[in-house]
């Protein structure tokens, strides 16, 4: 697999200032990405929320603690510096996150 090979709905892994995190692809372009980071901080930004057990399998495999809140919070972010880690979310989901969250990413950090 390529890790830089990615396609919205990937599962990726991203490292910038403020650490490693993990999170999905909803949107590219040339030079960033808009991504649903995963935290345990459910004040990242106003738009964050909590994720759903559905949602939750998808990262099962990569590092949940199962005895902790997980919060999506929408970012935009260079794509250089985001790296796939093999699952997806399919094509029907990703619309439906883009849709949830298109206000958070009209003033993303």
Do not use: Q, T, W
């Given at each position: 697999?390529?890790?830089?090979?990615?396609?919205?709905?990937?599962?990726?892994?991203?490292?910038?200032?403020?650490?490693?995190?993990?999170?999905i692809v909803l949107s590219i372009n040339k030079d960033?990405?808009?991504?649903?980071?995963c935290t345990s901080n459910p004040y990242w930004n106003e738009f964050s929320r909590r994720l759903?057990?559905?949602?939750?399998?998808?990262?099962?495999?990569i590092f949940f603690n199962k005895n902790k809140a997980t919060y999506f919070a929408p970012v935009k972010r260079s794509i250089r510096n985001v790296y796939n880690l093999g699952g997806s979310f399919s094509e029907h989901r990703v619309q439906a996150l883009l849709n949830e969250f298109s206000e958070g990413f009209e003033i993303a950090c």
């Open positions: 697999m390529d890790r830089h090979n990615i396609s919205p709905g990937d599962i990726v892994s991203l490292a910038d200032s403020g650490g490693n995190h993990i999170g960033d990405c808009k991504l649903l980071l759903s057990s559905d949602e939750r399998k998808y990262f099962s495999n």
